[in-house]
């Protein structure tokens, strides 16, 4: 309540310096004649006239009604500052300012511009955010909730323990922001960017986001975790379909129901330790990944490129690779129960020491791949399966 009357106060005063200034304007006009007649018979004495008295406090009066507005202004920009409902912060300009848990939900906030300032524990509740910028915003536990945020910059932003319910990240830019421990949920936009961030322990539950790019990013013990399709055929799972994870480091990633389709993991640094669960990568690009102890379960990748990946120690059960390219790639010491390899270019991959229980090779191209020293050779299902197939 006190916020909201220092603002209505402030907008009082701000009528009156424009009334004052109108006021002003119009006496200086009447004062016109006064002063180029007195220019031309100047008074011995040299006394003000009437009219100039006039103009001199009319200007006094419209220069103190404008420094009091400007104070009471300048009051609303503090911690713990509320601006809910305000409909005229359109291309405001906050930048720099110190606005520690401040309110600024249902606001209309279209261009307006925080670069550096202090947002700690902000809220922007149902805020619309297009096209604001927050470059190297302080924006820790910051909370986002049904947010409009299309086109709104994030780059270099630290939004450490930052929850995101609901919002909208159409082209939503986090170029290098550091988002440890952010939440993600019921997010749903195209094309955002993560490209360089930094998303320790971050979580996207059950978020649709298409075409995203985690290029360059560190995505260490990333959670991706969709609905429980066990439960529902109409629960929707979490959706990055066709986002770009090139050259991202992905150590200890978590998916779960969750749909990668067409999602592009070339040359990533590293999916060591990754968890997918109950997921789809179909048409996934996997190409060179070093997935070493990675963990895929009931997952589907076909038609994914896994060409020259590495899936040493992976534990890859009731996994369809169906029509897959594993040209080339290293399942070593690999578990492989149940898992489908039908019609999948196995040509020279590598197979050492693998276990490969109830695993079907059926019409796979098995050129030069190397099944050496595999257990449960006997359970798996070769048939139609043609090219060398080597054994040790």
């Known amino acids: 309540m006190k916020q909201r009357a220092c603002m209505v106060r402030s907008m009082k005063l701000l009528l009156v310096g424009v009334v004052m200034y109108a006021t002003t304007d119009a006496v200086a006009r009447w004062c016109r004649p006064s002063l180029r007649a007195r220019r031309s018979t100047a008074s011995p004495s040299g006394a003000p006239t009437k009219r100039e008295r006039i103009l ?179 629960r929707c799972s979490c959706s990055l379909v066709s986002s770009v994870f090139a050259r991202a480091s992905l150590d200890s990633l978590t998916v779960r129901g969750s749909d990668l389709s067409e999602s592009d993991f070339s040359n990533a640094w590293t999916l060591k330790d990754a968890t997918f669960a109950e997921s789809t990568l179909i048409g996934a690009n996997l190409a060179g990944v070093n997935a070493d102890g990675s963990v895929m379960e009931q997952c589907s990748l076909q038609g994914a490129d896994l060409s020259r990946a590495r899936f040493t120690n992976a534990r890859l059960q009731h996994t369809i690779l169906q029509q897959a390219n594993c040209f080339e790639e290293d399942f070593g010491s690999a578990l492989l129960p149940d898992s489908q390899f039908t019609r999948a270019n196995l040509r020279g991959a590598q197979f050492d020491h693998a276990t490969i229980t109830r695993t079907s090779f059926l019409n796979a191209d098995c050129k030069n791949a190397v099944f050496t020293n595999v257990l449960d050779e006997a359970t798996a299902n070769f048939q139609g399966c043609y090219g060398r197939v080597l054994y040790g």
């Open 56 to 234: 001199a406090a009319a200007l006094a009066a419209a220069l103190a009604a404008a420094l009091a507005a400007t104070k009471s202004l300048l009051k609303l920009i503090r911690p713990g500052a509320s601006f809910v409902n305000c409909r005229f912060l359109v291309k405001a300009n906050f930048s720099k300012a110190d606005l520690r848990n401040a309110m600024f939900d249902m606001t209309d906030l279209r261009n307006a511009v925080f670069d550096g300032a202090v947002l700690t524990g902000a809220s922007f509740r149902s805020a619309r955010m297009r096209g604001a910028t927050l470059h190297g915003a302080l924006l820790e536990r910051a909370r986002f909730k049904y947010t409009d945020l299309t086109e709104t910059s994030f780059r270099g932003a630290r939004l450490r323990e930052a929850s995101f319910l609901g919002v909208s990240l159409m082209r939503t830019d986090f170029t290098s922001a550091l988002l440890v421990e952010a939440e993600f949920k019921d997010a749903t936009g195209a094309q955002p960017i993560f490209r360089a961030a930094t998303m320790t322990s971050t979580a996207f539950l059950d978020c649709s986001l298409v075409s995203s790019v985690f290029a360059r990013a560190s995505l260490d013990s990333l959670t991706v975790r969709g609905s429980d399709l066990s439960e529902s055929d109409d």
